[in-house]
């Protein structure tokens, strides 16, 4: 069965400092998507990236970057140099290709507060 | 071009009630998803629907809710005698129709419905 684990319920961590959050999945299916979204104070939820399980390089944008490594099923988040804006809580989500549904799978979520 | 929109964004009703969530796609989207997300937790996937089809309907509770994406208007996600634990944020998302792969699903705002 799918599976998305994100262990770190809260973090706070003060203005310029890096932070990653961790995502662990759990998949039967070789074909899945990888996601993440933002979700700011204002609640609205916020599409970030989308990965897919062949492509395992890491990606960067701007100060996001993403590590996928599918020998250890996880997906991390490194949001580096912190700002205020990004507190939020962030989600990690799952969906898998033979579902036919494109249903995601989201974890329980973390929330980030970056302290000025 | 406009986003998912969602109304209403807050809607409060008493138990017994009905209560009526709106979701109208991006343009040139036919998918829509509904997902439910409780207090303090991720978002949990109730239907998937197409113009006049649901797909997927594997995480809608089996009694008082429905959902249905006619062909013009807004997608409706219908509740029939609200009781309290039906409070939670309700999201819409909509994607484009598939190519092939997994299409990113990009979320309205969301409906905080709160019973009372």
């Known amino acids: 069965a799918q599976k998305v684990t994100q262990a770190q319920t809260e973090i706070s961590v003060v203005e310029k400092e890096d932070v990653t959050l961790d995502c662990v999945y759990e998949t039967r299916d070789t074909t899945y998507y990888l996601f993440w979204y933002k979700q700011p104070p204002s609640g609205e939820l916020v599409f970030l990236i989308r990965?897919?399980?062949?492509?395992?390089q890491n990606e960067i944008s701007g100060r996001y970057s993403w590590n996928f490594q599918k020998s250890t099923s996880s997906f991390n988040f490194t949001i580096t140099a912190s700002q205020v804006v990004d507190s939020a809580v962030y989600f990690c989500a799952l969906s898998e290709s033979g579902t036919g549904a494109n249903n995601l799978f989201f974890g329980t979520g973390t929330r980030l507060t970056v302290i000025p | 071009n406009a986003g998912v929109m969602q109304n209403p964004r807050h809607l409060v009703r008493r138990r017994g009630q009905e209560a009526r969530l709106r979701c109208s796609p991006m343009k040139g989207h036919s998918h829509v998803y509904w997902y439910r997300q409780l207090p303090e937790e991720g978002l949990k996937f109730m239907v998937y629907?197409?113009?006049?089809?649901?797909?997927?309907e594997s995480g809608m509770p089996k009694e008082r809710f429905s959902a249905e994406f006619p062909k013009e208007g807004p997608s409706i996600l219908r509740i029939q005698q609200v009781v309290r634990g039906d409070s939670a944020a309700y999201f819409c998302?909509?994607?484009?129709?598939?190519?092939?792969?997994?299409?990113?699903?990009?979320f309205g705002p969301g409906t905080r419905l709160l019973v009372l």
């Open positions: 629907l197409q113009k006049e089809n649901i797909i997927d």
């Open positions: 998302a909509s994607s484009p129709p598939r190519q092939g792969g997994l299409e990113t699903q990009y």
């Open positions: 990965r897919n399980s062949f492509d395992e």
